[in-house]
């Protein structure tokens, strides 16, 4: 009895978000939710070397170099250009994501290095959230680092990364003509008119000389709306920005994926060459020119967008149940702003229904070419100890598979 009023309970819930939502969306939302089989819980403990090598366990704990859980939850990892300390650059592994020690908001952005993907060098908390106002003023780090800031500048500053805030699936990129890094992270946070943490609903932007910080915060932005002749999925909220994602392509273009319309709506927008701002004003911006919308009213959130070996471009997210997994899903196209094909739950077997209890954050490729899904296992009563789980990704023709492996070894 417990459990059906468990599930009746989520049912009421999700009754009151999943308006504009088909059958489908609901039948799909509700398949397999809470935890899996015993297989996806065996790496309980330390991430460690297996045989003496490099073997990635997935959900064990994970130590950087230092000793300290890593902490980069809603995280991005890919090869980027670094400083090699002699005035030049190199190639490393950089991994950025929330800094959970504080728990659910406020959350620092952590940045991480690494030369084999399995030993992490902890960089610093790189985008720190702000414990006062006066703190600003006084604290010589930001002191530095605002100091042509005006006093209305230093007020949007405090307001938007500020301890209380929501600062979550923070990403990076490397821009060769600026020679800039620039952070990209879903800044959320209650408003006058509702309480709830998640009404702001925009994009926050940082940038920085070094991938080490500090990043200095540029402000928080809505993003593209629902275009004139297309059924806006919540109109009272226009240019929503939460769960995001950055992508660049070969070309140097650089594209921010994200959900909207109270997660009813997935877009894509291309950045402007500098990626610190959309290509076009909301109010201007050319449909299929510069963004995209995706899937309107399947109530998605989670965005991974990359580009397979094959040159398709795919989306993969998951769908809207809190802290609890659902099934993955995932759509491809052979142009950005193309036409859009759903290829369904990519994850094959047992436990593939709820995406063996993840979450999807980023899809990478190594250094040899080998493919590897990236997922958060959240722990919603310590988020701190929430788990990283990395999966081989393969394609099947124009399709993605992940198959679960309790261990594997990186090529």
Known sequence: ???????????????????????????????GLGKGSAQLYVNEELQMPVDGKDTILPGAAWLDTDGNSIQAHGGQIQLMSVPDGNGGKTEKYVWVGEDKSSGHFGNDVA??????????????????????????????????????YSQEELDEVYNCINKNTVIERPKMLYNEKTDKYVIWFH????????????????????????????????????????????????????????????????????YIAYTSENNKTMYISKLNEEYTYLSADPE?????????????????????????????????????????????RVWSADEIFGEWKNDGNPCLGKDGDITFDTQSTCVFQTKSGQWIYFGDRWNSTDLADSRYIWLPLAFNGNKVEIQWESEFILQ
Not at 139 to 147: I, M, N, P, T
Request: proline share 3%.
């Open 1 to 31: 009895m417990k459990k059906i009023g468990g599930l009746l309970a989520v049912c009421i819930t999700a009754s009151l978000t999943l308006s504009g939502c088909g059958l489908y969306d609901i039948a799909d939302l509700f398949s």
């Open 111 to 148: 940045v991480y290095t690494s030369d084999d993907l399995y030993h992490w060098e902890f960089q610093g908390d790189v985008l720190r959230a702000v414990e006062s106002r006066k703190q600003l003023e006084e604290d010589s780090y930001f002191q530095e680092l605002y100091q042509d």
């Open 284 to 328: 201007e911006a050319v449909y299929k020119e510069d963004f995209i919308r995706l899937f309107p009213g399947s109530m998605r959130e989670a965005p991974v967008l990359f580009k397979g070996e094959n040159g398709r471009y795919y989306f993969m997210s998951s769908s809207t149940t809190g802290w609890m997994s659902n099934q993955a």
């Open 187 to 254: 800044s959320d946070d209650s408003t006058e008119k509702n309480s709830y943490k998640y009404d702001v609903g925009m994009a926050g932007v940082a940038i920085s000389d070094s991938l080490a910080g500090p990043f200095r915060f540029l402000g928080r932005y809505r993003l593209s709306q629902c275009p004139k002749g297309q059924i806006d999925c919540f109109p009272s909220s226009k240019g929503e920005a939460r769960d995001m994602n950055l992508f660049k392509d070969d070309d140097g273009i650089a």
